[in-house]
């Protein structure tokens, strides 16, 4: 059992910077070998993904989010990172922290509200 809680959240304007967490309740060998992901929902949209690291540190960005966010792990301290830089309107939504163990499972956390205003 994984349990993720995201924090950092909260209100910028337009050009901003926000620095995501999410801490994660588990074993240490289980964070240190499962690959971690951020995704997001607007209102109205469906959840997308916007970044992921590998077990092995290999990150994988949305088209949005190149350049503009960086995705990293701590594993001795079992977190997950987002900073965001140059934030968008359009970047405002429901930010949630993902754990993968294995192929056949996935741990959800409960989200952190990001809104950008222009």
């Known amino acids: 059992q994984v349990r993720l809680v995201e924090s950092g959240g909260g209100s910028v304007q337009a050009g901003g910077s926000l620095r995501l967490s999410c801490a994660a309740a588990?074993?240490?060998?289980?964070?240190?070998?499962?690959?971690m992901g951020w995704y997001r929902q607007a209102p109205g949209k469906q959840r997308e993904l916007v970044a992921t690291?590998?077990?092995?540190?290999?990150?994988y960005y949305a088209n949005f989010a190149k350049g503009r966010f960086a995705i990293s792990r701590d594993n001795a301290e079992k977190t997950l990172y987002l900073q965001m830089n140059s934030l968008k309107p359009e970047d405002t939504a429901v930010y949630y922290c993902?754990?993968?163990?294995?192929?056949?499972?996935?741990?959800w956390g409960q989200g952190t509200q990001v809104t950008v205003s222009s």
């Open positions: 690291i590998s077990s092995g540190g290999t990150p």
């Open positions: 588990a074993s240490a060998s289980i964070f240190r070998a499962s690959a």
């Open positions: 993902r754990c993968l163990p294995t192929a056949n499972s996935n741990y």
